[in-house]
């Protein structure tokens, strides 16, 4: 009989014996920070990466090298992107009579992918909370005002998280917009109490926008 | 009552109305390629560098920028890695003794992930086929043989996936070994038949190099 190996008695490999080189562990590491990937699919999207990095890596490296070059915050609205004014922003098809009042980039990014709302939008970069300290004047309220001050825009949706800070920046927002001549509406049925838009599908976003109501 | 907006009726943002720029629909979409990623994830995870790029985003693409510009296949055993020789054939603490033999280098990441062999690899670069005419010169099968003539090897693993090809791979393999004072052995027990290495999970893995058992 052959004497065993030691890997033939069930022994493990030491975690310190790494299969790749530092470079190549770093970007499975950062890899596997992203939402959506752990650190399996991490190591298995690298690997793909690795087999055909003429076809895999350069594109997602050129693509993330442009967008990072050239980041930028929306002066108009707030959303994030890679010009200023952003595409919502420019683009002469959307709607500008009407205009959704977000919290969050996510959020804008999340009510646009259900393509149920064609008009522009905006960031409000927070929303009002007395537990952390964030005031009216700590996120875009004034810039929203001044917005609607200028004219042309003939409903406000409001598209708060139905959370409790994000229904009393909703309340806040109302109040100070009471003197214009713009209808405001606001999500209604369809969000979860404590839900977030972000996690939302697009039903449900579609039945909140379908039955939004006034403020009253 | 008002009149009611296009988006009141159910009409759908046309789908050429980009939310983003196309920089940033350009890396929405090399991500979505990635396994493990599809199109929804992919444009989760952009918003996801683009709300902190600096913690998020600079460290994936540095950490890219370092592979692709150091990527080598390991002029030992064909293994892919940012140095040469690559991280496990200059690892000390591996067992020069034991090489083990595998189609390709997701299957030698795969064997590695499982931490049960501490010893060398060699990577074929694919397997014999005459449907694809594959030819023994075509693969890595002659530098293989040239490891074993050099000595230092007692055993040779052969971890070639339970496919037809595979199979006959391992064949020739074998007896172009004969001659050599080598173990030979195979992967056995616990690979689904027409599975693929890549694909198994740890314990499979482990019970097939357990219970490999010698080529006849
Ligand atoms: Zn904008
Ligand atoms: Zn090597």
């Known amino acids: 009989m052959c004497k065993a190996a030691p890997w ?3 022994v493990y490999v030491p975690k310190d014996w790494t299969m790749a ?9 950062a890899l596997a920070r992203l939402p959506g990937l752990g650190p399996r699919s991490a190591r298995r999207a690298v690997l793909y990466l690795l087999k055909r990095p003429e076809t895999t890596m350069k594109p997602i490296l ?6 990072e070059a050239n980041l930028v915050t929306c002066t108009i609205c707030g959303n994030v992107d890679t010009k200023d ?8 098809r959307r709607d500008e009579k009407s ?3 977000v919290e969050e980039v996510s959020d804008l990014w999340a009510l646009d992918k259900s393509r149920l709302f064609p008009g522009k939008f905006h960031v409000l970069g927070g929303k009002l909370s007395a537990l952390d300290g964030v005031r009216p004047e700590d996120i875009s309220i004034d810039k929203l005002l001044k917005r609607v001050e200028q004219g042309g825009i ?3 949706v409001l598209a708060m998280n139905a959370t409790l800070e994000g229904q009393a920046t909703a309340h806040y927002i109302a109040e100070r917009l009471e003197s214009f001549p713009v209808r405001l509406s ?8 404590g839900g977030e ?3 939302l599908d697009e039903g449900t976003l579609a039945q909140a926008l379908r039955s939004r109501r006034p403020v009253e």
Chains 1, 2 share one sequence.
């Open 85 to 92: 004014p952003c595409q919502i922003c420019s683009d002469p």
């Open 99 to 101: 205009l959704c009042v």
């Open 21 to 29: 080189s530092q470079e190549i562990e770093n970007l499975v590491q």
């Open 186 to 193: 606001q999500l209604s049925h369809g969000i979860p109490v």
């Open 197 to 199: 838009l972000d996690y």
């Open 154 to 156: 003939d409903e406000v």
């Open 62 to 67: 050129s693509a993330m090298e442009q967008v």
């Open 8 to 10: 033939q008695t069930g």
